[in-house]
Every structure is written in structure tokens, then in C-alpha cells.
């Protein structure tokens, strides 16, 4: 939102058959205090508000001013889409401008987009390239661990908390520094104690070194 782009972000564009890039400036999506905020999104807090809630660094109010929604909303209408795409990775993210498209009824497709991975299973992230070579290889536990929660909850019954319980312990003795593991209905981002029949959804923060990583996945359980 800054109005730069990477010269990596904009090879890619090229790459990926992208014609035409929209670069604005600081002051197209943070001119001064806004008087109308779009905020109150239960979705928002669910899980953690620090993956969902940003504040560009060209910004002089204070962080609640500029949530996720706002910007979003913003970029809708000056840019009008057809669709959106947004990656899984952010899953709140990705639900609170879905259900916020739904409520405001704008004229936008939202389209949820798989998480892309490394060879090893590592959800791509530009903090990726912040990991010191030690926690790299240390950070491939959380894709894991989440893999595996997923293979035993569909293989047998299990609850959310054994699930959190199973996940958290497995980045712990993979190396990592865990900031939350959360299991929620993978629609609402409800709390889920019992698991029978429901679309569910794992996120995951966990820090390695100074590195806070994200990730998450999402199943049917039997």
C-alpha cells in the first residue's frame, strides 16, 4: 500500500501473464484521520487482530484507524474489480474482506486462494527470507505439525483441545516459539471444542528467532 513495489513483486506480475500494475501512493489509501472506519468485524479478533489489523508506516494515526477492511474498502472503490483474490495463508484476513464484501454488498467476486509452499512444505512468505539457516530448516515443523493434526483428526476422533495440545507441543520441540494455535470453524472462526462433521480450520503463529511465521490448514473432520 505504500505505493512501491518490489522489483521481485513486479517480475512476477510479468511472469504470471500480468499486463498492468496499479502502484499509488501513500496518500491515495491514508489521506489524514478518516471520519468513518471500517471496524466493527467480530471476524476481526477472533484469532489475532495482529494478523488482520495493519497500519502502513506512512500512516500517523493510531493503528485502529486503518484496519485490514478500511484499506480494502478503499481499494475496492478506486479500483472497482471484478475479483479479488486473496491467499490462504491469511485466512482471517481473507474471511473478515469476504464477509465484509457480503454485508456492504459490493459488486466484488472475494476467491480464496491456496497456500503455495516451499519443496519442504514451508508456507512462501517474504519473512521467509528474514530466517537465519538454523530456523529455516527449524520452521518446517509448523507445515508438519499441521499435517499431522489433520491426518489424526480424520483418522480417528479427536478434539480441538488435543489437537491444539498436539500441534503447539510439535513446534515447541521442532524449535519454535509458539504464539498461538487455534482450532475454529473454518467459516465463522468460531471456537471449536467438538469437531464431528465440521469444516475446520487450524491456524497457526509461531515465532523462529525474531521471525514471526503464520499458517494454517483446513479440513472436513469425519
Given at each position: 500500500?505504500?505505493?512501491?513495489?518490489?522489483?521481485?513483486?513486479?517480475?512476477?506480475?510479468?511472469?504470471?501473464?500480468?499486463?498492468?500494475?496499479?502502484?499509488?501512493?501513500?496518500?491515495?489509501?491514508?489521506?489524514?484521520?478518516?471520519?468513518?472506519?471500517?471496524?466493527?468485524?467480530?471476524?476481526?479478533?477472533?484469532?489475532?487482530?495482529r494478523?488482520?489489523?495493519?497500519?502502513?508506516?506512512?500512516?500517523?494515526?493510531?493503528?485502529?484507524?486503518?484496519?485490514?477492511?478500511?484499506?480494502?474498502t478503499?481499494?475496492?472503490?478506486?479500483?472497482?474489480?471484478?475479483a479479488a483474490?486473496f491467499?490462504?495463508?491469511?485466512?482471517?484476513?481473507?474471511?473478515?474482506?469476504?464477509?465484509?464484501?457480503?454485508?456492504?454488498?459490493?459488486?466484488?467476486?472475494?476467491?480464496?486462494?491456496?497456500?503455495?509452499r516451499?519443496?519442504?512444505?514451508?508456507?512462501?512468505?517474504?519473512?521467509?527470507?528474514?530466517?537465519?539457516?538454523?530456523?529455516?530448516?527449524?520452521?518446517?515443523?509448523?507445515?508438519?505439525?499441521?499435517?499431522?493434526?489433520r491426518?489424526?483428526?480424520?483418522?480417528?476422533?479427536?478434539d480441538?483441545?488435543?489437537?491444539?495440545?498436539?500441534?503447539?507441543?510439535?513446534?515447541?520441540?521442532?524449535?519454535?516459539?509458539?504464539?498461538?494455535?487455534?482450532?475454529?470453524?473454518?467459516?465463522?472462526?468460531?471456537?471449536?471444542?467438538?469437531?464431528?462433521?465440521?469444516?475446520?480450520?487450524?491456524?497457526?503463529?509461531?515465532?523462529?528467532?525474531?521471525?514471526?511465521?503464520?499458517?494454517?490448514?483446513?479440513?472436513?473432520?469425519?
Open positions: 500500500m505504500s505505493g512501491q513495489i518490489q522489483p521481485r513483486c513486479q517480475t512476477r506480475s510479468w511472469e504470471w501473464g500480468r499486463s498492468l500494475a496499479w502502484l499509488s501512493t501513500s496518500t491515495h489509501i491514508f489521506s489524514g484521520s478518516p471520519a468513518l472506519c471500517v471496524l466493527r468485524c467480530p471476524l476481526l479478533y477472533l484469532l489475532s487482530s494478523d488482520c489489523c495493519m497500519l502502513s508506516a506512512y500512516a500517523s494515526t493510531s493503528f485502529q484507524l486503518y484496519t485490514c477492511p478500511q484499506v480494502v478503499k481499494l475496492f472503490h478506486i479500483v472497482e474489480p471484478d483474490f491467499g490462504r495463508k491469511d485466512y482471517q484476513q481473507w474471511r473478515v474482506i469476504e464477509r465484509m464484501v457480503r454485508d456492504l454488498d459490493m459488486a466484488v467476486r472475494v476467491v480464496g486462494m491456496p497456500i503455495q516451499e519443496a519442504d512444505g514451508l508456507a512462501m512468505s517474504s519473512r521467509n527470507a528474514m530466517l537465519s539457516a538454523e530456523d529455516r530448516q527449524r520452521s518446517v515443523c509448523i507445515s508438519r505439525a499441521l499435517t499431522e493434526a491426518e489424526h483428526a480424520v483418522a480417528q476422533a479427536a480441538a483441545a488435543t489437537l491444539q495440545q498436539q500441534v503447539a507441543a510439535a513446534i515447541a520441540a521442532g524449535g519454535g516459539r509458539v504464539d498461538y494455535v487455534e482450532v475454529v470453524d473454518a467459516r465463522s472462526l468460531q471456537p471449536l471444542q467438538e469437531l464431528r462433521g465440521r469444516q475446520v480450520l487450524i491456524a497457526v503463529a509461531a515465532f523462529f528467532g525474531k521471525v514471526r511465521l503464520i499458517d494454517n490448514v483446513d479440513f472436513e473432520a469425519p
